[in-house]
Each structure stands twice: as structure tokens, then as C-alpha cells.
């Protein structure tokens, strides 16, 4: 694996960095101010005029895989994706953000032309939002094979009934389409073969949004996390993505991109959660001396460095084996950054806090809504113990295999 960042890669990167500088940071206080606002449900007219910047200085869709059309490898991406986590509404700028990345990524693998073209082409473009509707509030969504939303051919339709909930990205006015699981055959005798992935546009008849979840008190507004009940809703048949019962083959080969992606931001998180602890430590005096010059400060200060290197260089081998071996190989590598990113983001982001004082759990320094994003990842795209499970399960195999071959050879 080689570490030095190719040239392309570097110059993508200051001028990624560059636009950062120029056009995110200086806008931060104005999207707080339009998301505290009243009218905080309607789209950041700011972000939309940065979209045209970010298009016009050739960082759009950076995301976009080799495989389908892209020009970065997972690899090369991984440190451009870190720069914009660094502001928690950034990716969209660059139309990188999720979770239309992931929709995105499932039409243009799994979507017929026809799919490609009335749906993606349009994420792609900027022009649309979507959602991603998995998880339901009757079941314990850890375990997919739970899920209980029905979605019941009848002649050239499929007709869709259930309830989800953290449908994020719905409460946007500009989302336009869902990508949903449901079950299409529950009798099947493969517990894995009963779920489908069906396209279902978002002013369907029948789909009514009931409300939005908040995060530790945040609306994530225009965003929205939202609880979705679906009635009757019918779709024609040629919605069915890949075909009846391949849902979790459809699920499996989104999430690991999308996982890969949620720990690289993080990364970006923990960078500036890191910078702005040790910024404060340096400026505040507590019993005499200067914060930064207590042994517990300096303690966690470097132990943040450690994890912070620590999960990027996990992240950075697990887009590596991604990019050579592909996701399915990698699945241990995914799993484990899935584990490890999130944890480290909460720890960091929670010295931070701590460093901060009061004035860490307030509005003022971004600190509690960081922690709470950072938080909610340990649950999304598979909760750490599942995550966990999946790891001991392979290694115990691995392991076993070793044991094993070594007893043949002895023998």
C-alpha cells in the first residue's frame, strides 16, 4: 500500500482545501443562522449558490467510482472526503454528500438505463435529493431480516404498505425519490431472499411523512430525519431495482461505500474537534497555570492524535483493499472502521467538549452537535455490535482455518 498521495490526488486536494478556505468557512455562521431560523425547513439558498462554484472549479461528484464514470479510486478520494467532513454541510456543495452518494452509487450498479436516467441523472446534475428507507420503528432493525414493510406485486404494479422511520434526507423539499426495503416474499425458506429494493417517488399517493426525529435535540433541518407511513402506495413494476429478492445483495454492495465514506468525514470531524480543544486549552488558565499545561490535558491530547491517525490509516487500508480486492473481501476492513471511526470521533469530540467547559455542550462552538452526529453513527449503516458479531465471526474462521492447516501439517 502506498502512502504518498498521488499528484493528482495533491492537487485535488489544496484545491479542495483552497475552496474550503474561500467559500465553506467564512459561510459557516450563516447556515447555523438559516437552520436556528424559522424558515430553517427550506433549502441554504447559500449552498445552492455554492454548487455552481464548486461545479465551475471542478469539484463535483468527486464521490463517483472509476467503475461508474468517476475519476478517483476509493483511495484517492478518502483524503478530499475527510477535508469536506470538516464542516458538517460541506459534501453537499460538492454533491458528495449522503445519502444521495449511496443512492446514487445503487442506480448507477444495480438501476436498468431506464432507472439511470429518470432518477440519477438528476442526483447527479444537483437537481433532486433523495432518501434511503430501510430502518422501522415496530422492529428491531439491527437484524434486517426483520423488516416487515410489504411490497405485494398486483399485475403491473407493485403496491407497497409499512412504516420506516430515519428516513434521512425526506424532509428536504427537494428530495424527489426513495430507494426502499420491504419484503416482496416472506414466505421465502431463505430469510436473505425475501427483501427487494424498490424506487418510490416521494409524491407517490399513499406516502405520507408523519414527522421529523430529532438528534439529541437537533432537527438536522432542512435535512430532516423522518418517520414515513406508506399506504396502498403503488409504483409500476419496473421500479423493482435488480429484480424480486435480491435486496440484500443490493444492500450489502451500497453500504460499504456509504461506510467507508461516514468514517472519512468523521476523521475531518475529529481533526477540527482536536484543533479546537487544543486552541482553548492554550487560551484558558485554570488553578494557576494555563489547561494546556495540565498533565490530564496534554494525556488527551496525544492520545487523540493516536486515534485519530489511527483511523485514518484503518480507513485508508480498508479503501485500498476496496479498490484491489473489492468490497466483498474488504468486508472485514469496512466492518472494523465502521467500529473503530465513530468511537474515536466520540471520544475526541468529547474531550473536546470537556476542554470547553460550559461553553462545549452550548450552541456556540459546534462541539454538541458534532458529538451528536458522531453518536448517531454508531447506529447507522449497522449498529457496532452487529458490526462486532460480523468481525469475531470471520476471524474466528480465519483463525480455525489456520489452526487447522498448521495441525495437517504437524500431523
Not at 21 to 33: G, T
Not at 255 to 270: A, E, K
Not at 272 to 282: G, I, T
Request: with cysteine; glycine share 8%; aromatic share 8%.
Amino acid at each position: 500500500m502506498e502512502f504518498k498521495y498521488t499528484p493528482k490526488v495533491d492537487e485535488l486536494r489544496g484545491r479542495l482545501a483552497a475552496f474550503m478556505q474561500e467559500h465553506v468557512y467564512p459561510n459557516d455562521r450563516k447556515w447555523w443562522e438559516h437552520v436556528r431560523g424559522e424558515r430553517r425547513w427550506e433549502p441554504v439558498q447559500m449552498i445552492e449558490e455554492l454548487k455552481s462554484k464548486a461545479r465551475a472549479a471542478g469539484l463535483w461528484n468527486l464521490w463517483r467510482p472509476k467503475s461508474h464514470g468517476g475519476e478517483l479510486t476509493n483511495l484517492e478520494y478518502a483524503p478530499l472526503c475527510e477535508i469536506m467532513g470538516r464542516v458538517h454541510w460541506a459534501p453537499e456543495v460538492f454533491n458528495c454528500s449522503a445519502p444521495d452518494t449511496g443512492n446514487m452509487e445503487t442506480l448507477l450498479r444495480y438501476g436498468n438505463p431506464d432507472q439511470i436516467k429518470q432518477w440519477c441523472e438528476p442526483l447527479l446534475e444537483g437537481k433532486i435529493r433523495s432518501a434511503f428507507l430501510m430502518t422501522e420503528p415496530e422492529v428491531a432493525s439491527s437484524d434486517a431480516t426483520n423488516i416487515q414493510t410489504r411490497i405485494a406485486r398486483d399485475g403491473d404494479h407493485y403496491v407497497i404498505n409499512g412504516r420506516k422511520w430515519w428516513s434521512s434526507g425526506a424532509g428536504d423539499s427537494r428530495c424527489k425519490v426513495y430507494i426502499l426495503m420491504g419484503k416482496t416474499d416472506p414466505d421465502n425458506s431463505s430469510r436473505h431472499r425475501q427483501q427487494s429494493m424498490i424506487i418510490v417517488p416521494a409524491d407517490a399517493p399513499g406516502v405520507k411523512v408523519l414527522r421529523s426525529l430529532q438528534v439529541f435535540g437537533f432537527e438536522d433541518a432542512p435535512h430532516g430525519h423522518m418517520e414515513i407511513d406508506l399506504k396502498d402506495v403503488r409504483v409500476p413494476a419496473s421500479n423493482i431495482l435488480l429484480g424480486e429478492g435480491r435486496g440484500f445483495e443490493i444492500a450489502q454492495g451500497r453500504l460499504g461505500p456509504g461506510r467507508i465514506h461516514h468514517c472519512m468525514r468523521l476523521i475531518g470531524q475529529s481533526e477540527v474537534a482536536l484543533e479546537k480543544m487544543c486552541r482553548r486549552v492554550s487560551q484558558r488558565v485554570a488553578f494557576g497555570k494555563p489547561v494546556a499545561a495540565q498533565t490530564v490535558t496534554q494525556e488527551r491530547i496525544a492520545e487523540a492524535r493516536i486515534l485519530i491517525e489511527t483511523a485514518r490509516l484503518l480507513t485508508l487500508k480498508a479503501a485500498y483493499m476496496m479498490d484491489t480486492v473489492g468490497n466483498k473481501i474488504a468486508k472485514k476492513e469496512i466492518a472494523m472502521i465502521k467500529v473503530y471511526a465513530p468511537n474515536v470521533a466520540c471520544t475526541v469530540i468529547d474531550w473536546a467538549i470537556q476542554a470547553h467547559g460550559g461553553g462545549g455542550v452550548c450552541q456556540d462552538h459546534g462541539l454538541s452537535y458534532a458529538y451528536a452526529g458522531a453518536r448517531s453513527l454508531r447506529f447507522a449503516d449497522g449498529p457496532d455490535e452487529v458490526h462486532r458479531n460480523s468481525i469475531a465471526k470471520m476471524e474466528l474462521g480465519e483463525q480455525t482455518s489456520i489452526a487447522e492447516s498448521l495441525a495437517s501439517k504437524r500431523g
